[in-house]
């Protein structure tokens, strides 16, 4: 159980740059109206994002993931239950590591 | 309780994590601290390296929290979009909500509001059942050493992504999805394809949700 001190302006400094992400959006939305239209923009958003996480993934990933991913699509199809669609696409992922 | 099959697959982030931060050098505190301090697996992952070796001031923090800036600046938006929901809570309730902001709680409760919840204390509740597995595994996986001989083989790393196609899917309602959607994937393959970075999500999500934007017509 050691604490290098040195450690510690680091530390703090990547603490600051992670909180002022979590917090910086949040925050920047006390100076903007929410009307409608940025309603259905911000509602777009989360959308948006994962398909910008699923995108590379899928475009740089090997056969594991190209399956798992259709595996995850055709779970949630099935039984549009997102957290078993999840485990499914990992599962099937797993599986195709363990046979390549 | 919808949150618990993901805090099971969270332990397992969380170990793999402990894991490289023992193979960098970090005591279980330094480990678990960093775990409860910056809290983003990509960010963790990505700078634990330089915290290991002992950190050299000035340009070595400077690469460090420019690191972090990039791979979570997609917490900005995530951030904005909670404003109408949460803004109703208190400033201190608010933030303290936002400290425990992640990727998985941010996605459930967006979709939990969408479906009528209206308690933030369901941003919150959410985000400690992501938190307490984060630093749990943290600490199992700096203790555990050896025994996960390849995080990879139970397809670990692929855990967000499914998720996150999960939840696209669950997201994509109506027909006036379709042009964001389009607009997200085809900037997100052409930046990862020309400068792949942590900023590609981020640009997805401004593409998309600017296409709502420019496409929103006012009710009649």
């Avoid at chain 2, 001031?57 to 949460?86: C, D, E, F, H, K």
């Avoid at chain 2, 201190?92 to 459930?108: K, S």
């Amino acid at each position: 159980m050691t604490l290098r001190p040195e450690l510690l302006p680091l530390l703090f400094a990547l603490t600051l740059a992670s909180f002022a992400c979590r917090a910086g959006g949040f925050w920047l939305m006390r100076f903007v109206a929410v009307t409608p239209r940025l309603r259905a923009t911000l509602a777009a958003a989360p959308l948006s994002v994962m398909l910008g996480i699923v995108t590379p993934a899928a475009l740089r990933g090997g056969l594991p993931e190209i399956v798992g991913l259709a595996a995850t699509f055709l779970a949630m199809h099935l039984w549009r239950r997102d957290l078993v669609a999840t485990f499914v696409g990992v599962g099937a992922v797993a599986v195709c590591r363990f046979v390549q | 309780m919808r949150a618990v099959p993901i805090g099971v697959g969270v332990i397992v982030w969380g170990l793999t994590f402990g894991l490289m931060a023992r193979e960098a050098g970090l005591s279980l505190l330094e480990s678990s601290l960093m775990s409860t301090l910056v809290y983003s697996g990509t960010a963790q992952a990505a700078t634990v390296g330089g915290l290991g070796a002992g950190v050299q001031a000035g340009a070595g923090i400077l690469a460090g929290v420019a690191t972090v800036l990039m791979l979570n600046a997609r917490y900005l938006l995530y951030g904005a979009s909670l404003r109408p929901w949460l803004g109703h809570a208190t400033p201190a309730q608010a933030y303290a909500t936002l400290y425990f902001l992640g990727d998985a709680n941010w996605a459930m409760s967006t979709k939990a509001h969408a479906d009528g919840e209206n308690d933030a204390a369901f941003i919150l509740g959410s985000g400690v059942s992501m938190f307490l597995p984060w630093v749990g595994g943290t600490v199992l996986g700096a203790l555990a050493g050896n025994w996960i001989a390849d995080p990879r083989m139970l397809g670990v790393d692929f855990l967000l992504v499914a998720f996150c196609a999960a939840m696209a899917m669950d997201l994509f309602k109506s027909r006036s999805d379709i042009a964001p959607a389009i607009a997200a994937v085809t900037v997100a393959a052409l930046l990862d394809h020309f400068t792949p970075s942590g900023w590609t999500l981020v640009a997805a999500g401004v593409a998309g949700g600017l296409t709502a934007w420019l496409r929103y017509e006012e009710p009649a």
